[in-house]
C-alpha cells in the first residue's frame, strides 16, 4: 500500500469517527475533545497541520497541531458538509482547559449537520441570527452566491450562548 492509499484510508476512517461522535453527541464538540477521542486526529509529530478560513475576508485559525491525516478528515467532514461548524467564544475551550495561543485563533465547534442555520458555498454553519443575517446580508450586497438560510433541527444541548 502506498503513501497517499495511506493517507486517504485513514482520513476516511477518522472523518467518520468525527461524524459519528458529533452526530451521536447531538450537541456541540470541541477540537479539545475530538483530539482525546479520536486516534490519528492529533498530530504527533514536530510539525502539525492547523486548519484555517477565511471570516470577513481575514484568515483565521481554527485548529492547530493535528496530523496529516486529521487535517485531511476535518477538511473533508466540512467541505463534504458532513458536519457543520460553529464560531464561538473561547468559554467552553476554558472549560475543557484547553486554549490555542494564537491571536488568530476563531474557537470553533463542530454540530451535526442537521443543526447548521445558514449554508455557505464552502460549509455549513450555525451561527447566531445576528450573526447569519449580516453574513446573508452581505453576500446579497456584494452580489455573491451559494449562501442560504437554513432551518436547523434541534439538537439536545447547543453552545448558542457562546456563538458570536
Not at 114 to 129: F, G, I, K, Q, V
Not at 137 to 161: H, I, N, V
Request: hydrophobic share 40%; with cysteine.
Amino acid at each position: 500500500m502506498n503513501a497517499t492509499t495511506q493517507l486517504d484510508d485513514l482520513s476516511e476512517k477518522i472523518a467518520n469517527a468525527i461524524v459519528n461522535l458529533v452526530d451521536q453527541t447531538d450537541g456541540p464538540v470541541t477540537f479539545s475533545r475530538i483530539e482525546l477521542e479520536i486516534p490519528g486526529f492529533r498530530g504527533a509529530e514536530r510539525s502539525t497541520w492547523g486548519y484555517v478560513i477565511v471570516a470577513l475576508g481575514q484568515e483565521r485559525l481554527v485548529w492547530s497541531g493535528m496530523s496529516e491525516a486529521g487535517y485531511v478528515a476535518l477538511s473533508k467532514v466540512l467541505l463534504e458538509r458532513r458536519v457543520a461548524i460553529q464560531h464561538v467564544s473561547a468559554s467552553p475551550y476554558l472549560l475543557d482547559n484547553c486554549v490555542l495561543y494564537d491571536e488568530d485563533w476563531l474557537p470553533s465547534l463542530l454540530v451535526p449537520a442537521r443543526a447548521a442555520n445558514l449554508e455557505t458555498p464552502r460549509r455549513l454553519l450555525r451561527a447566531s441570527d445576528q450573526c447569519r443575517n449580516h453574513l446573508l446580508a452581505r453576500a446579497a450586497s456584494d452580489g455573491k452566491y451559494g449562501y442560504r438560510a437554513r432551518l436547523p433541527t434541534p439538537l439536545r444541548f447547543t453552545a448558542d450562548q457562546f456563538s458570536l
